[in-house]
């Protein structure tokens, strides 16, 4: 029974991810430069509140996706958490040098959608927008899709899940097109990085840091 759970511990490093997300708190706020990168097509991009949904569903689809590359595929659970990891430091420095803002519509209909969107808005100040953190994370779970098993149902879930996530960013008014498209050149970025020269494949992963060192670990175990 200790076995099987010590077998569990790597997925402890998912706190890295509340642990730094302690800045995106503190970096949430107009007190500095604001800029708007809304463009002429974002104008032509209507309010659905229904797209809440798949924007709140973020957070657990996330942690089911980190769960799942951990059971089918190491290597790829320790490449996607670095590089998530490695993406919310970038995207919290980008914040203070370069903080950005969207202008939300009011909310005056009734009805739980509506509420929803209220309640986020309330919760979550309209800045820290460039790039964007829900878009950055679902494209990121993609990444991996080759290099595990799935069948064909849920390989097409997680990416219809993973785009509309993303679209549903830009639907609900929190973020707008440039935001969507510099998570998504960030994500390429990074992991490439990440995937040639830290986890470049499962022999010869670098010891260069500690979840490299621990993914080598659960490699020779296995």
């Avoid at 996530?165 to 929190?174: D, E, G, L, P, R």
């Amino acid at each position: 029974m200790k076995r099987k759970l010590a077998d569990y511990k790597p997925l402890l490093w998912i706190l890295a991810i509340p642990v730094l997300n302690i800045f995106y708190g503190v970096l949430n706020h107009g007190n500095t430069t604001v800029r708007s990168l809304m463009i002429s097509w974002d104008d032509h991009i209507p309010f659905i509140s229904a797209f809440i949904i798949p924007y709140i569903l973020w957070y657990p689809f996330i942690l089911a996706m980190l769960f799942a590359y951990f059971i089918k595929n190491k290597t790829t659970y320790y490449r996607t958490l670095l590089t998530l990891c490695l993406g919310l430091i970038a995207s919290y420095i980008t914040f203070y040098f370069y903080q950005t803002t969207v202008g939300r519509p009011e909310i005056t209909e009734t009805g739980l959608t509506y509420w929803l969107v209220d309640f986020i808005y309330r919760t979550d100040g309209p800045y820290n927008c460039f790039p964007s953190i829900h878009v950055l994370t679902s494209y990121l779970m993609l990444k991996g899709l080759a290099e595990c098993k799935w069948s064909a149902v849920s390989k097409w879930t997680i990416i219809v899940a993973s785009w509309t996530i993303t679209a549903s960013t830009v639907f609900v008014k929190q973020h707008v097109l440039l935001d969507i498209v510099g998570a998504i050149v960030l994500v390429e970025v990074l992991y490439f990085v990440v995937r040639r020269w830290i986890f470049a494949a499962a022999p010869n992963l670098s010891p260069a840091n500690p979840l490299a060192r621990e993914s080598a670990r659960e490699i020779s175990n296995s």
